[in-house]
């Protein structure tokens, strides 16, 4: 089963910008979807973007449109979310997993702490 490992958090001011980072330890070709999640205190866990094999049906929740850009590396088995114009209400734990999530496992995250 592909496992993910998520980097890239930190503490950063508002306005500032953070690229997160998921490499998975199997080819992420073969998936369709790759999604970047997060989830702050006392909230669930939420898909806020989304990218397919080849950008044809990439989402992003209306919270961070605009501001965040998810990609791909299919040679590095990667997936990115750059992150620019942060606000406190970004704090959170971020996770990527494949789109939708069936009995997947789920990496520790990255703690995004947005604060002046």
């Known amino acids: 089963q592909v496992q993910f490992v998520e980097s890239g958090g930190g503490l950063v001011q508002p306005g500032g910008s953070l690229k997160l980072s998921c490499t998975a330890s199997?080819?992420?070709?073969?998936?369709?979807?790759m999604g970047w999640y997060r989830q702050s205190p006392g909230n669930q866990r939420k898909l806020i973007a989304r990218?397919?094999?080849?950008?044809?049906?990439?989402y992003y929740d209306d919270s961070i449109k605009d501001r965040f850009t998810i990609s791909r590396n299919h040679a590095e088995n990667t997936v990115n979310l750059q992150m620019n114009n942060l606000k406190p209400e970004d704090t959170a734990v971020y996770y990527c997993?494949?789109?939708?999530?069936?009995?997947?496992?789920w990496g520790q995250g990255t703690q995004v702490t947005v604060s002046a």
């Open positions: 990218i397919t094999r080849y950008n044809s049906a990439n």
């Open positions: 997993n494949k789109d939708p999530v069936v009995n997947d496992i």
């Open positions: 199997e080819n992420i070709f073969s998936i369709y979807a």
